[in-house]
């Protein structure tokens, strides 16, 4: 902003908008105290975080659970819901006020040339699309099957009938209805690998398991980390905010509790579909976990820089406007293609059953509407 602006004199007929916006926008450091409040938000956002984190994963990898395949549909489709209105409300709207065509920063300098959100946005969606295409075409070529093979409600429903599965229930696919373990991990070997001319040990078929599962893993896990960074990087600057914020700290501290829970009902049903082979067996946990660190220890950061930091800085709005504007197409992508389209559309294996159909449509707009209806205080 020009040193030559006083705002106690401004002729508005004359006056750069820029500089009018820009000394409207700014802000200094809001620190109010209650700092013990805000220490509490450091373990509470951990501990239900982290929970609702572990819960599809662990409804999915442990079997003396034993989860009633309902409670798993809703924690799954919720979490599908809650992955698409956080793309849209609670990243891209965000991105709009940090450096859309209104604000300081999209009307100062080559940020003025442009609407900068959704076009970050887009770029996101393409490159996950690409990374999503060539694994999947690799997959293809290289050993001779496509990714719509097992249907990860039936491990759920095997838990109950067959306390016999073993390790071989946790292996599932990433789309929802996808997946058959029963026989259908082996069903599919045998289709993918024209196994009806073999004659195996069953050594070798659990061998030939292995090797499905291993070839699907790696073909989904790059995006799901994508994914995960996305919605880490959303959680990092929401925590950096709850530990800076003033007046609004008493408001959003509960709605940013469930807003973290959901989320990371969000993450664990898009984990709890991936087939981690058995020597990768640890890796859902650790991704669980890091999740549930990440809003906790930024807050701790923002109680450490409480006095100095200030989130609507010039600075920190194009940061924060770039960041959200990335994860806002990665989740676009991943919630709208991975989550509803391959599982609703797409899925040779959806369920027939109709009150299921239901109660899974139930579930994914429950999960968005209420984080929609979340983006209103945070």
Not at 101 to 108: E, K, R
Not at 153 to 181: F, M, P, R, Y
Not at 301 to 320: D, E, P, Q
Request: with cysteine.
């Amino acid at each position: 902003m020009s040193s030559t602006f006083d705002p106690t004199n401004v002729d508005l007929d004359t006056a750069d908008p820029a500089q009018v916006v820009c000394y409207i926008n700014a802000s200094q450091n809001d620190y109010n105290g209650h700092l013990g409040a805000r220490i509490s938000a450091v373990f509470v956002i951990l501990v239900v975080s982290t929970v609702a984190t572990f819960f599809p994963v662990a409804a999915v990898r442990v079997r003396m659970l034993k989860m009633p395949l309902y409670v798993y549909m809703f924690a799954r489709y919720f979490g599908a819901g809650v992955i698409v209105a956080t793309a849209f409300i609670h990243l891209l709207d965000p991105a709009y006020a940090e450096i859309g065509p209104q604000t300081c920063v999209g009307m100062t300098g080559g940020w003025a040339s442009y609407s900068w959100p959704p076009a970050i946005a887009l770029v996101s969606v393409i490159f996950i699309f690409l990374l999503d295409f060539s694994a999947e075409r690799y997959v293809e070529l290289k050993f001779g099957f496509s990714h719509t093979d097992v249907n990860v409600e039936d491990i759920i429903v095997k838990q109950h009938e067959d306390t016999a599965i073993g390790e071989s229930g946790t292996h599932q696919h990433l789309h929802t209805d996808d997946q058959n373990l029963g026989g259908g991990v082996l069903s599919t070997s045998a289709s993918a690998f024209q196994s009806d001319k073999m004659e195996t040990t069953v050594t070798d078929v659990e061998a030939l398991k292995e090797s499905v599962n291993l070839h699907l893993f790696r073909e989904q896990i790059a995006a799901f980390l994508i994914l995960e960074f996305g919605v880490i990087v959303h959680s990092v600057i929401i925590g950096l905010n709850l530990g800076v914020v003033g007046s609004e700290f008493s408001k959003l501290y509960p709605v940013i509790v469930f807003h973290q829970s959901f989320e990371g009902l969000g993450i664990g049903a898009r984990m709890s579909a991936i087939p981690f082979p058995k020597k990768y067996r640890y890796l859902p946990w650790i991704l669980c976990s890091a999740y549930g660190l990440t809003t906790p220890l930024a807050i701790s950061i923002g109680l450490g820089v409480r006095t100095t930091y200030s989130s609507g800085s010039f600075t920190a709005n194009i940061v924060a406007g770039v960041l959200d504007s990335t994860s806002a197409g990665i989740l676009m992508y991943t919630g709208l293609v991975e989550l509803l389209a391959r599982d609703f559309l797409f899925n040779p294996h959806r369920s027939k059953s109709s009150s299921q159909l239901t109660f899974m449509l139930v579930s994914l707009l429950a999960g968005a509407g209420i984080m929609a209806l979340l983006g209103k205080w945070a």
